[in-house]
């Protein structure tokens, strides 16, 4: 068991690389969504949603983080294209989003299943997959990956024909 404190992610900066401040074995892994709303719990303050993205390396450490997106009370906007370009750039072998609810839900609203999947696509597409979206409030967290709204895939299989897969049963299933 690590035994080592957790460093908080600072709370009023725009993004960390982690690397360069900390040094690679320095850097915090995170392999749950509890540890990664540990990391970001200074989120559960604000009173606005905000969207952070981390980019992991193949042990799981958190390599870099960056602020993507501040919204308002109840709602974030964001372009897809925007996720990929820090974890290309920085060579991350994978992501994970964090956002959180000032209402203090943990239900993921409907826009937020509609990101994780389109963003679990696009991911995978280009080699870059996500491993989680994990929900932040005063009341906790919730991880969409728990909920079954999105599975973790080996780097192998294809996220695209899984989600088409899951379409079109859902559309037989709707004509049936």
Known sequence: MNRKRRRAIPSLILGDNLV???GLTGCPVVRSAGEV???FEDLTKLQRE???LGGVDS???LLHWDLLAVGAHDHVFLRVGEV???PLREGAHGIFLVHNHPSGSLRP???DRQLTRLVAETGAGLGCPLFDHVIVSREGYASLMTRALIRLQEPDQDL???AERKRNYRYKAANH
Do not use: E, K
């Open 20 to 22: 360069a401040r900390l």
């Open 37 to 39: 709303a540990q990391l």
């Open 50 to 52: 905000i969207l952070v």
């Open 59 to 61: 042990q799981l450490r």
């Open 84 to 86: 990929f370009q820090t």
């Open 109 to 111: 609203s409907l826009a």
């Open 160 to 162: 695209r024909r899984a």
